[in-house]
Every structure is written in structure tokens, then in C-alpha cells.
């Protein structure tokens, strides 16, 4: 069963983390831990608009925290927040168990539908795209 978790797909992508860091000067910032594992992450995102202009993360996180953080790094900057948004509600769908079209961007996410049977890892896999949002949204609400 722990083999269909950690599958060799999810480990190959624990290496393929870009923006590693954190930007010098971010317009929101976001901070997020799971509780049961203690895997963390810090994102800073810069915003054009809608769109996300640059992008880092500290990542320290499991096996699936990373694979879920290497994915969005790899396609979030030039992503809309409704892209970012979507993905991260099809990926907490996916977890319980419905079926979900995640944005094209994104969709390699779906290499975590294993994951939905092991609702202790839920929070870690999903901590980059909720912390994403959330520093989204904290530029949103300067804005306002």
C-alpha cells in the first residue's frame, strides 16, 4: 500500500522543485504547516493583475508536499489566480475521491489521486496551492 503512495512518479518529482528561496520584495507572502507531519512552506508571489509575475517557495515538506510544490512551481508563474484557485479545489477534490479536471497547467496534480486514501497526508499534499491562495489573496486585500 505505501508503494501506491509514494509511487515512483510522486519521488521523481520531490527533485524537480523550481523557485526554491524567497523574493526580496513579494507583494504577499503566505505560511502554512501541517500539523500532523510538521511539513512547512513559505510562498512569496509577485502579481501583474490577475497573473502571477514571479513566484518562490521554502519548502520543507514530505514526499508529497514537495512533489505538489514541484508541480505548481513549474507552472504557476504566468498562471491566473482563477487557474491557481481551480487547481487548488480540484486537488482537495480529488482527495475525497471526485473525479476533477484540473486546470492544463496543472494537470499533472492528478499523479496524487493515490493520495485520497490516505486522508492523513491531505494536508501536506495540498499546503503549496493553500498557501498560493493565500498570498493572493493577501495582495487582493492590500489592493481593496
Do not use: W
Amino acid at each position: 500500500m505505501i508503494d501506491e503512495l509514494y509511487s515512483r512518479e510522486i519521488l521523481k518529482r520531490t527533485t524537480q522543485l523550481m523557485h526554491v528561496g524567497r523574493l526580496d520584495a513579494p507583494d504577499g507572502t503566505a505560511e502554512r504547516t501541517s500539523k500532523l507531519c510538521g511539513s512547512h512552506i513559505v510562498v512569496d508571489v509577485k502579481m501583474d493583475g490577475d497573473m502571477v509575475s514571479d513566484f518562490a517557495h521554502d519548502v520543507e515538506a514530505c514526499a508529497l508536499g514537495q512533489a505538489s510544490a514541484a508541480i505548481l512551481s513549474q507552472h504557476v508563474i504566468g498562471a491566473t489566480v482563477a487557474e491557481i484557485t481551480a487547481a487548488r479545489d480540484a486537488l482537495k477534490a480529488m482527495l475525497k475521491g471526485d473525479e476533477v479536471v484540473f486546470p492544463d497547467r496543472f494537470a499533472d496534480l492528478v499523479i496524487l489521486k493515490s493520495v485520497k486514501d490516505f486522508p492523513a497526508r491531505h494536508t501536506s499534499t495540498q499546503l503549496a496551492f493553500e498557501a498560493t491562495v493565500s498570498a493572493i489573496n493577501e495582495v487582493k486585500n492590500k489592493a481593496a
